[in-house]
């Protein structure tokens, strides 16, 4: 499975933006799709998740109120849809897949190189 992200941007406060990210291969073997994201000086943290054919999603309390994640099964597609966007959301953000779990931590086995978003005040 790889893992294409795209849509960062440089936004200023209060925007939105949609990130979207692309699979390809074996996309079949799909279990779990996340989004994480990792900001200047900081650890990687979770940001959100879906089970790659329907059903439970989660966000991070952090974020939940801005953020939402979506699939378009049929473009093989996952989104993160952030709205009222704050310099804190700074951050490289990641997508991750994997064939087995569906989990807030870092346990996914498919990675996508991260797309950089820039939140100016």
């Known amino acids: 499975v790889q893992l294409q992200a795209s849509g960062g941007g440089l936004v200023q406060a209060g925007d939105s933006l949609r990130l979207s990210c692309a699979a390809s291969?074996?996309?079949?073997?799909?279990?779990?799709v996340a989004w994480f994201r990792q900001g200047p000086g900081k650890e990687r943290e979770f940001v959100a998740a879906?089970?790659?054919?329907?059903?439970?999603?989660a966000v991070a309390d952090s974020v939940k109120d801005r953020f939402t994640i979506f699939r378009d099964n049929s473009k093989n597609t996952v989104y993160l849809q952030m709205n009222s966007l704050k310099p804190e959301d700074t951050a490289v953000y990641y997508c991750a897949a994997d064939p087995r779990s569906f989990s807030s931590r870092e346990i996914y086995h498919y990675w996508g190189q991260g797309t950089l978003v820039t939140v100016s005040s």
């Open positions: 879906a089970r790659w054919r329907g059903g439970s999603t």
């Open positions: 291969g074996r996309t079949s073997s799909i279990y779990a």
